[in-house]
């Protein structure tokens, strides 16, 4: 039924270090892929995005990987800050439906310690 | 500019209230989602509008939920009766129409229905 899938709920970092968030799909319509970041008490705010004509998208410390074949992409903070603790929502959408509707994963709620 | 914005932030009520939750979306966009955020689910959407018209609301659990937008400037989510299965973050999104993917959130409305 979840067509978007994030299986860890929360992940603990050391300051520095590597942060990756998975995030599975089950949808091969999907061909446009988003990571929305929420703070507490907030609206999520876009990140990062990929399109399904590549395998990788890099901006500053942030990098989303995409593999098709397995439906599968990550998202890679590197170095890990504390100001990046938050609640990272992994979405996915198909263009040729328009792309009006995104499908969001659970969450995963990053903590990176200082 | 000023961002999404939703009313009230927050909203207790008891069980079989009406409830009216309000949106104002970026001057400029043609497109508005609502979402509900829950622990199990994550992100739902519940219906989208394009030029003020619904185009999906398959989200929609039920009879008791309903939305309108009246005008491009506003927009609404009403339930009615609530029930405490309703407690949620609901949150308001828009964008312009064929921008793929990218949707600035609100703050959101915390809901709990007792």
């Known amino acids: 039924d979840q067509q978007v899938k994030q299986n860890s709920p929360s992940l603990s970092v050391q300051e520095g270090r590597i942060s990756i968030l998975n995030c599975d799909y089950t949808n091969s319509m999907f061909d446009y892929f988003l990571w929305y970041k929420k703070y507490p008490a907030e609206g999520p705010t876009f990140l990062i995005s990929i399109s399904s004509i590549k395998d990788k998208n890099e901006d500053g410390r942030f990098t989303v990987f995409l593999n098709k074949s397995a439906k599968h992409l990550s998202l890679h903070i590197v170095p890990s800050q504390p100001g990046d603790s938050a609640v990272y929502f992994c979405?996915?959408?198909?263009?040729?439906?328009?792309?009006?509707?995104?499908?969001f994963g659970t969450g995963t709620r990053l903590t990176v310690i200082p | 500019d000023a961002g999404v914005i939703q009313s009230p932030r927050h909203e207790v009520t008891e069980m079989g209230q009406e409830v009216t939750l309000r949106c104002k979306p970026i001057?400029?966009?043609?497109?508005l989602f609502w979402y509900r955020q829950t622990m199990m689910r994550g992100l739902e959407l519940l219906i989208y509008f394009n030029n003020n018209v619904p185009i999906d609301d398959s989200g929609m659990p039920e009879d008791r939920f309903s939305a309108k937008m009246p005008n491009a400037s506003f927009s609404t989510l009403k339930i009615q009766p609530s029930e405490p299965r309703d407690s949620a973050v609901y949150f308001c999104?828009?964008?312009?129409?064929?921008?793929?993917?990218?949707?600035?959130f609100g703050e959101g409305s915390r809901l709990t229905v007792l």
């Open positions: 001057s400029g966009h043609n497109s």
């Open positions: 999104a828009s964008r312009n129409t064929g921008a793929y993917g990218e949707l600035f």
């Open positions: 979405a996915a959408s198909s263009t040729q439906t328009g792309a009006n509707n995104l499908f």
